[in-house]
């Protein structure tokens, strides 16, 4: 069964940084595709990030492209989301998500979902 864990949200101020990450179990994960997404409140889910495990592909979102960026570390089994110049806008919970799949921005092609973290930017 697989397993995604996120970790590292939390409160910052508009301009700050955290990182994200999103600790896999379960697989190996050599053939999987891991994304991020958030969903705000009163919002739909939303695509941030994706990465395919072995990094031969990744994809970001408009919104947060030359601020946010995923990465992966394969012997922690754990996929990674940089963000810096936070925005208000970034507020959200964030959720990490794992598939086989060829790799997607669709939320509907994931199986395997975390929990999710919150994040929040204030101004």
């Known amino acids: 069964q697989v397993q995604m864990e996120e970790s590292g949200g939390g409160l910052v101020q508009a301009g700050g940084s955290l990182r994200l990450s999103c600790a896999a179990s379960g697989r190996t994960f050599s053939s999987y595709i891991v994304g991020w997404f958030r969903q705000a409140p009163g919002k739909e889910r939303e695509f941030v990030a994706t990465i395919r495990w072995t990094a031969s592909s990744i994809y970001y979102a408009d919104s947060v492209k030359g601020r946010f960026t995923i990465s992966r570390d394969n012997v922690k089994n754990t996929v990674y989301l940089q963000m810096n110049s936070l925005r208000p806008e970034d507020t959200a919970v964030y959720y990490c998500?794992?598939?086989?799949?060829?790799?997607?921005?669709?939320?509907?092609?994931?199986?395997?979902w975390g929990q999710g973290t919150q994040v929040t930017v204030s101004s």
């Open positions: 998500a794992a598939d086989l799949n060829p790799i997607t921005t669709r939320a509907a092609t994931y199986g395997y």
